[in-house]
């Protein structure tokens, strides 16, 4: 069909068709373990530079199984080559970026001292008896240690109880030898607890009324569910509190605290005979110490001061929530404030206290800062060194001083002028929670002096359970709002005056410390990250455009495609639909992971790491790759334009550390969202016309309040005031404040604010009341409150599409996305009124008018027709629809296209979710195109979470649906069988491993009934698995599943054998599903309809005001075979050319000849057919059948352009001729099975060259690639 006429072109179609340099995508442009040379970096930037890669962001990155050069960081050589970079940029038009730091996370180098790292408060303990005078040194408790203050206090009653005074009875259930190093008082001892379950009974000669108990771990990572019961005068035992023991990550990235203790408390329980059961035993179990004890102590105090933090990368919404605490039976059992003296004057420099003691058992505490220990990495040796304090804007500018000041006092900011980008990548080095003047701030923040508070860093009670609590609240808080204000907005600063912007990834995947929107909210751009399989970036790229939308970023970035292992086995058609979904959740520019240094021309691959994407000019498709950029670049374009409609802005609460939100109530079908913060609501957010508004233009139509108890004064304060001025609000009224500022007055007001705005029936499940202008509504689903307010969806289709809508205020543009490997006809609808639509196809850059669309109820509804993983662009201007549109047509007696057709509203997944917890069925046609690791059933622990695996759906995190007894379950298959995995807390495991090959196309069903997996293969019973010990739910679809899947069906209950059968017999193979382009319509620039017919029939055609008309199409010519022979070219990367002739066309690895069996290249097909002059003249497309992995086309010496996606055809109407036609195919495929053959091969017969070991292991199965056709001439007919 034809594009808009030349002079209908808009600026929008004009930047479409040739994007404009901030569409360009960037690269992570890691030199890797000092391999560089001043060459290399000349090729890189000019391979950059014809690919359409806008900026390298140079990261120095070291790995240990990759041989290390000779250019050393840091020294004159390696930054010669910095400067070489950047002025080569400079002449290429690539801009440069650095990282901020040697190594990706985070911000560090030899040049930070102790005194200006990471630091956190540890204290040594001198418990003395008075009245006496002391004069005594006190313990230095760390290496680097720093004075903040020494306090004193009587001894709460009981503080050092232990069951080591008790002298317990103990049996373990196992047995195990030499119980007794549990509870010797000796912290050097340990024991080695068995797997599985264990139970330990505690028996007392006198009775014991406990209040907490305290694991001591050893260094070794495991993580158990435990269970405290203690027996009551019938014998019987009951429970007195579950809690989780997790250790399974003891590095300090998680936390400078890896051996403390954990720590539960209870309601008080009197008792001679107490029980620990350990379950669901993951890792090697051991502990130091069990401490029972009648003292009060603070739960989880460790975690609370951010000593130990999650240990894995991917902590959910409420990871950093913690159950209200039992509050202490007798104010004994606590220290009072007020009663805590602060003795720092009375302590000489040399850790000498002289102090009178007063009557009574005292303890002293030295308190100080020490640095937590944690690295840059993974840099080169001479680069390491000690993390900067994130808390301090004095240390932050040393830092950057020492690093990218020394690049600026190097160049001469005219030569430097490409030097444009300060990274900061995703945060990954752990937690601080102390720096200079903290307490000063501290003071000014919340009006109380946090100094005799520091007791309850050692567990203790101070006041009472609830103000220990709040105390530590305050901490988390305003350490989270430091890091962002002073470390990242710091480094922003620290930027501008030189011309550069901080690029900045809003989360953390190892003890992340700060809150995600606030953290991302001081920089000037902001990024998430995706990687090419699994789940991870479904939190990232929300976090990144959550961020941006709130704080008014025009980009959003992401760290796209990274991947381990690294097999260049990737292509682009791979990595399309993955980058679709992540244009879906907001994202509009890609940095492309990963673009690593090539510094010789004549190793290829060349250097290589265990991660990443091959995004460099080694790579066989690089060069041809540009058609697969300029498609990201038109994308970026359209969704850099205007701002996101979201109907909804989800509030993540104010408690830190956060790195999402919840969307609960769940966000329903054709509707989208943003998180937002308490600063953005507090400080940016107003109400106009009904809707919360932003400056920058950003709006939404609902606030949904998390269910939680606590809000600041503040806060509820401004909430109220939106409300009054017409705001709608989701959510149940807060209970109290989090916060011991203005404690008790704070409660007071919440109690007082909540009583304004919600009125006093908020114990009723549901309700709502007017308030102002406004409405507050509780205990309703989304549906509902959208319904009630005339809040239809934005986006519905008939087939589940992907979406998302930016909004120009002239235009309103829809993104909308087939994630299915096969086409899809479907009516969609577009919430926008009376507007003609436009279609804008990112993979051609043609733009068209669709002649067949109507209007229903507010929406405008359109037929589309989309390809294999395709995509395409709504566009509605200001043009009204025309009268005399289409909105039906027919052939023969089938209605083929209906724009008046109801487009129904999904089913609420909700709803679905908790119907199908534990007992529901998933089902898919699958046919895989490669092996998936299988691993042992397991249903504890983590098992197979770093093994490749071809999933077909995505285990989702059990936290998205509950707590920590809840998991997502995904399937992964491949064609040497199937595993069905759970991913909840510290939990990733298959319950289910099936090793059989999987040949074809097969239906897949996994039934789970009563939490057992059962799996079917083509609707039998094929295997059983272990039973979950998790509430398991569904998982989501994959975007890279490698191979051909049908559309996943998700039922809410467990199928048996014969029902399984049915479903099966129900849904179509992908393979069988008829072909749904028949007819096409567009108008032309005059607005005539344009119709295009590939099959013959009657065609009846029906507009808004009822007209008809019809076409009897009583012939289309019969598509040409083009059947060779071939005359094929193979041209590897290096080396010389091969020739070979093809009477057929085959995959090359079922070849005879091993070259082409393993070829890896280009390879170029030569063929003649001749064209009858009855076909010519027509509309004609080139369909090339199969093809690996890429082609360029060219027909009669005329280039066609490059083809990277399925389906594999070009319109040849201009190039071909009647007659003789030679047409030339240029097919490309990937590294992988060159390096399966070189596997097998000795070192010194290898074509390929790589620094690090492969991961390719030898014998695997090839990749299918070539041309393998049928290829064919298919003509239609075309009248206006």
Not at 540 to 560: D, H, I, K, Q
Not at 627 to 638: E, P, S
Not at 839 to 858: C, K
Not at 1111 to 1122: F, K
């Amino acid at each position: 069909m034809r594009t808009l006429g030349a002079d209908a072109v808009s600026p929008l179609e004009q930047g479409f068709r040739d994007p404009p340099v901030q569409t360009k995508p960037a690269v992570y442009w890691y030199w890797i373990s000092d391999n560089i040379s001043k060459e290399g970096v000349t090729r890189d930037l000019e391979a950059m530079a014809r690919v359409g890669i806008g900026e390298a962001f140079i990261g120095n990155i070291f790995l240990d199984n990759v041989p290390a050069g000779d250019v050393k960081v840091m020294t004159d050589e390696w930054w010669g080559l910095i400067e070489h970079a950047v002025r080569e940029g400079g002449r290429v038009g690539v801009k440069i970026g650095m990282f901020n730091c040697p190594g990706w996370s985070q911000s560090g180098g030899p040049w930070i001292t102790p005194d200006r790292a990471m630091r956190y408060l540890t204290s040594s303990e001198l418990r003395v008896k008075g009245p006496k005078r002391l004069e005594a040194a006190l313990a230095v408790p760390a290496d680097d240690f720093q004075d903040v203050a020494v306090l004193a206090f009587p001894a709460p009653k009981a503080d050092d109880d232990s069951l080591a005074r008790r002298r317990p009875r103990l049996a373990g259930t196992p047995e195990v030898q030499g119980l007794a190093r549990l509870v010797d008082g000796n912290s050097e001892t340990q024991l080695d607890i068995p797997a599985g379950q264990f139970v330990l009974d505690i028996n007392l000669d006198e009775s014991l009324t406990a209040r907490s108990i305290a694991l001591i771990p050893t260094s070794s990572p495991w993580s158990a569910q435990c269970e405290l019961l203690a027996a009551g005068e019938d014998g019987q035992f009951h429970s007195l509190r579950t809690f989780k023991y997790d250790r399974s990550n003891m590095k300090i990235h998680v936390g400078p605290m890896p051996e403390g203790p954990v720590v539960a408390a209870f309601e008080p329980a009197t008792a001679k005979r107490f029980r620990l059961v350990l379950r669901q035993i993951s890792g090697k179990a051991s502990l130091r110490e069990i401490s029972l004890s009648s003292a009060a102590r603070v739960e989880s105090y460790v975690e609370k001061q951010l000593g130990k933090m999650h240990p894995t990368p991917l902590p959910m919404w409420d990871d950093y929530l913690w159950p209200e605490q039992a509050e202490v039976d007798s104010t004994d059992l606590a220290i009072s404030a007020d009663g805590i003296l602060n003795l720092s004057s009375k302590m000489a420099d040399d850790g000498t206290l002289a102090w009178d003691v007063p009557d009574g058992d005292w303890v002293v505490l030295r308190i100080g800062m020490a640095p937590t220990g944690t690295e840059n990495s993974p840099s080169s040796p001479e680069g390491i060194g000690l993390e900067v304090d994130k808390m301090n804007r004095d240390h932050a500018k040393h830092h950057f001083d020492a690093f990218i000041g020394r690049l600026l006092k190097r160049m001469p900011a005219a030569d430097r002028k490409a030097f444009t980008t300060v990274v900061a990548d995703s945060y990954e080095q752990g937690s601080q929670n102390w720096t200079e003047g903290f307490d000063g701030l501290f003071r000014e923040r919340y009006g109380y002096d946090p100094i005799p508070w520091l007791a309850t860093l050692s567990g203790r009670v101070v006041g009472t359970a609830d103000q220990s609590n709040r105390f530590l609240w305050d901490l988390r808080r305003l350490v989270a709002d430091r890091i962002a204000t002073e470390y990242v907005g710091g480094l922003r600063d620290l930027c501008q005056p030189h011309g550069l912007q901080l690029w900045l990834e809003n989360y953390g995947h190892w003890g992340f410390p700060a809150e995600f929107l606030q953290y991302g909210g001081q920089s000037h751009r902001v990024g998430g990250e995706f990687w090419t399989k699994g789940s991870l970036g479904s939190i990232e790229c929300r976090a990144a455009s959550s961020a941006a939308n709130t704080y008014g970023f025009p980009l959003v970035s992401a760290e796209a495609f990274t991947a381990s292992p690294s097999r260049f086995d990737t292509v682009p058609s791979d990595l399309k639909t993955r980058g679709d979904w992540a244009f879906c959740e907001g994202i509009n520019h890609f940095v492309l992971h990963v673009y690593i240094q090539q510094p010789w021309q004549d190793r290829r691959p060349g250097v290589n790491a265990w991660f990443g994407t091959e995004f460099n000019r080694h790579n066989t498709w690089f060069e041809e790759g540009r058609a697969w950029i300029d498609y990201l670049r038109r994308c970026c374009f359209m969704l850099q334009q205007g701002t996101r409609v979201a109907d909804v802005a989800y509030f993540i609460g104010e408690d830190t550390p956060k790195m999402t939100g919840i969307r609960q109530p769940e966000l329903p079908a054709g509707h989208d969202f943003d998180y937002v913060n308490a600063e953005v609501i507090l400080e940016k957010m107003s109400v106009e016309d009904g809707r919360l508004a932003l400056p920058h233009g950003t709006s939404y139509r609902v606030l949904v309040l998390p269910d939680q108890e606590t809000m600041r004064p503040e806060l509820l304060g401004k909430i109220r005031d939106l409300i009054r001025a017409g705001a709608v609000v989701l959510g149940r009224p807060p209970k109290r404040s989090p916060s011991m500022r203005d404690y008790p007055k704070c409660d007071e007001e919440i109690r007082r604010l909540a009583a304004e705005i919600w009125g006093t029936g908020t114990d009723m499940e549901t309700g709502e009341r007017q308030f102002g202008q406004g409405r507050v509504i509780w205990g309703e689903d989304l549906t509902t409150v959208l319904d009630r307010f005339d809040i239809e969806p934005d986006f519905l289709s008939q087939a589940p599409l992907r979406y998302t809508h930016r909004s120009t205020g002239d235009r309103e543009i829809y993104f909308v996305a087939n994630p299915e490997p096969q086409e899809v006809a479907t009516l969609a609808a577009f919430r926008v009124g009376d507007r003609a639509p436009t279609l804008w196809w990112p993979a051609t850059g043609q733009v068209e008018r669709p002649a067949v669309y109507d209007i229903r109820d507010g929406h405008i509804q359109l037929p589309i027709v989309l390809g294999p993983h395709a995509s395409v662009f709504v566009v509605f201007g200001e043009e009204p629809m025309a009268a005399e549109r289409i909105v039906k047509v027919q052939k023969d007696s089938d209605t083929i296209l209906d724009a008046t057709a109801t487009v129904a509203r999904p089913k609420s997944s909700a709803t679905a979710s908790e119907v199908a917890a534990s007992n529901f069925t998933v089902a898919v046609w699958v046919r895989p195109g490669a092996d998936t690791t299988i691993v042992p059933q397991h249903v504890a622990g983590v098992h197979g979470m770093a093994d490749p695996r071809n999933e077909a759906t995505v285990a989702t995190h059990g936290n998205s649906f509950g707590g920590d007894d809840h998991a997502g379950c995904g399937i992964a298959v491949g064609r040497n069988g199937i595993c069905v995995f759970e991913h909840g807390a510290s939990y990733f495991s298959p319950p289910l491993s099936y090793a059989g090959p999987i040949d074809g196309w097969t239906h897949v069903a996994v039934v789970y009934r009563d939490n057992q997996p059962h799996l079917y293969l083509n609707g039998r019973l094929a295997h059983r698995g272990l039973r979950s010990s998790h509430i398991v739910h569904p998982g989501s679809p994959s975007t890279s599943f490698a191979g051909d899947l049908g559309p996943i069906e998700q039922i809410g209950r467990s199928l048996d054998e014969a029902e399984v059968g049915e479903l099966m017999k129900s849904m179509a193979r992908p393979d069988e599903l008829a072909p749904a382009t028949a007819v096409q319509l567009a108008l032309d620039a005059e607005g005539k309809v344009e119709t295009l017919f590939r099959e013959p029939g009657k065609y009846t055609f029906t507009t808004a005001l009822g007209r008809t008309t019809v076409s009897e199409i009583s012939a289309v010519p019969s598509p040409v075979q083009v059947a060779g022979p071939w005359e094929v070219t193979f041209q590897p990367p290096q080396g010389d050319a091969k020739k070979a002739t093809f009477d057929a066309l085959v995959n090359w690895t079922s070849h005879a000849d091993e070259s082409i069996r393993h070829f890896a290249g280009k390879a170029t097909y030569r063929t003649t057919f001749v064209l009858p002059k009855s076909v010519h003249g027509r509309r004609l497309r080139l369909d090339l059948g199969k093809l690996h992995d890429l082609a360029r086309v060219r027909l009669n010496g005329r280039p066609l352009g490059t083809l990277w996606i399925a389906p594999w055809q070009v319109d040849v109407s201009e190039a071909a001729r009647a007659g003789e036609n030679v047409l030339e195919v240029d097919v490309i495929n990937c590294w992988y099975n060159r390096l399966v053959g070189d596997a097998d091969l000795p070192s010194n017969e290898r074509s390929t060259y790589l620094q690090a070991p492969s991961a390719v292991p030898k014998n695997a199965p090839l990749k299918p690639a070539g041309l393998i056709g049928p290829v064919t001439i298919r003509a239609a007919v075309q009248t206006e």
